[in-house]
Nanobody, 126 residues
Framework: QVQLIESGGGLVQAGDSLRLSCAAS????????MAWFRQAPGKEREFVSA??????????YYADSVKGRFTISRDNAKITVYLQMDSLKPEDAAMYYC?????????????????WGQGTQVTVSS
């Protein structure tokens, strides 16, 4: 059973950076599509970024709202996925969740993911 544990959230000011980490256990991270989603209070969980399996070129995907500011990466040796978040905005504030999928056709769709972490909170003050 794959377990995902997020870390790295916190309180920052607008314009600052944060790096979120998602440590995986119980599975081979390189074979999975890994993603980050976020959910703000009163809103639905939304797609942020995803990265395909290493063997398929590790295609990356980003929501339009974070493109150019966020970067997803993976360290297979450390079995960890990262989300580097730069130029943070107050609207980026949310609980951020890591997700993993053994096989998925639409990486932007949360319903296709098999594993989820508990989330890490990101707060951005203006």
């Amino acid at each position: 059973q794959v377990q995902l544990i997020e870390s790295g959230g916190g309180l920052v000011q607008a314009g600052d950076s944060l790096r979120l980490s998602c440590a995986a256990s119980g599975g081979t991270l390189s074979r999975y599509t890994m993603a980050w989603f976020r959910q703000a209070p009163g809103k639905e969980r939304e797609f942020v970024s995803a990265m395909g399996p290493t063997g398929l070129g590790a295609t990356t995907y980003y929501a339009d709202s974070v493109k150019g500011r966020f970067t997803i990466s993976r360290d297979n040796a450390k079995i960890t996925v990262y989300l580097q978040m730069d130029s943070l905005k107050p609207e980026d504030a949310a609980m951020y969740y890591c997700a993993g999928a053994r096989a998925i056709l639409r990486p932007r769709n949360l319903n296709g993911y098999d594993y989820w972490g508990q989330g890490t909170q990101v707060t951005v003050s203006s």
